[in-house]
Nanobody, 120 residues
């Protein structure tokens, strides 16, 4: 089994910062891409940022220059540093990872989500 556990969400004022973390645990041979998605009430889930196994990154246009995704392969962890937060960033943020449990087994995994609320 593989589990993804997020942490770091909360309530922050506009202009503030938060750092999300997501740790993958269980039987893991190799982690390929890791990503953060978000879903606001009444909206579809959207890709916020993704980082490949060779640390290539891609961001949602609306977060470019404000959010930074990074990973620590030794800790099976992905981070999302969020700065200059806006009310429209309010959403449940989900961690996603493309994980090989063995050399022959590869699946997509999701965390349970962490709430980020940007409000004064």
């Amino acid at each position: 089994q593989v589990q993804l556990v997020e942490s770091g969400g909360g309530l922050v004022q506009p202009g503030g910062s938060l750092r999300l973390s997501c740790v993958a645990s269980g039987t893991i041979f190799r982690i390929k891409a890791m990503a953060w998605y978000r879903q606001a009430p009444g909206k579809e889930r959207e890709l916020v940022a993704i980082i490949t196994s060779d640390t290539g990154t891609h961001y949602l246009d609306s977060v470019k220059g404000r959010f930074t995704i990074s990973r620590d392969n030794a800790k099976n962890t992905v981070y999302l540093q969020m700065s200059s937060l806006k009310p429209e960033d309010t959403a449940v943020y989900y961690c996603n990872a493309d994980i090989m449990r063995t050399i022959l087994t590869r699946n997509d995994y999701w965390g349970q989500g962490t709430q980020v609320t940007v409000s004064s």
